[in-house]
């Protein structure tokens, strides 16, 4: 349950009202805890509340938020600019339209990558509420490669590959892995009780994660914090980072990471 619908006796405060914030913020990484991203309304969004976990003004180079679309809500008129985006399906089920794609109804876990320059537009489906977790940057061309296409699928489909061959720990790379066209991955990260990281990472990527299920511990610069499903954090370049679950249940994040181009 969302601390925000925590039913409150009259008379009584909500637990976390005063003062306790898990919310973190510095100058190479942060904590969003759901409940303390506050909200935005933007003109090419109507019913349509924005919760901006990064943004450049955190020190990011990309914006990720959370998009919560009420029944009959969504975009405006279709969107194209610069951007390319990644959406991915939190709650609810959104109607997509891409430009040169037939028109897909996402569910949860149904994601998206919108190429700079392609018009897209986004509508919460069956008179119902949706909440969609959107990413989007300036796309950085690579010398030789092309932009990628648009691509359209969902968790399910992607294959869960052991890259560290450590037992209970598994990685779906929701954007093709290796293609140098793409200047990012998006990745699920998941872990069962008792996995962890065998090392310290300090890397020069960024990072954007949202915690899909579970909860665990994450090391961050030199402190620990606890964050749970719904959390968000924002990791800046060679912020050193480690993960372990906690709980019975498997954990996992969507994790962004910027990748395949060379320092300018
Ligand atoms: O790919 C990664 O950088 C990943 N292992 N980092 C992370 O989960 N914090
Ligand atoms: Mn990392």
New binding site residues.
Partial sequence: MHPRDIPVKPGRIRPGAFGHNRGVVKSNYAIMPPEGVMDSYLPNWEKTTIRFQAAPQLGARFAQALIEIEPGGGTRAPIADALERFLFVMSGAVDLAIEGLPPARLEREGFAYVPPGVRFSLASADGKAAAVNGLKRPYEPADGFGAPEPIVSRRAEVPVVNRNGTEGRG?QHLLPYGDMRFDM?M?I?SFAPGTY?PDV?T?I?E?G?VMLEGQGM?LLGEDWHEVWAGDFIW?GPYCP???YPTGWEPSA?L?Y?DVNRDVR
Wanted: hydrophobic share 45%.
């Fill in positions: 990685w991955e990745n990260l990281f990472e890397h990527n990072h994660l994450y990791m980072q480690l993960f994040y994790l990471k």
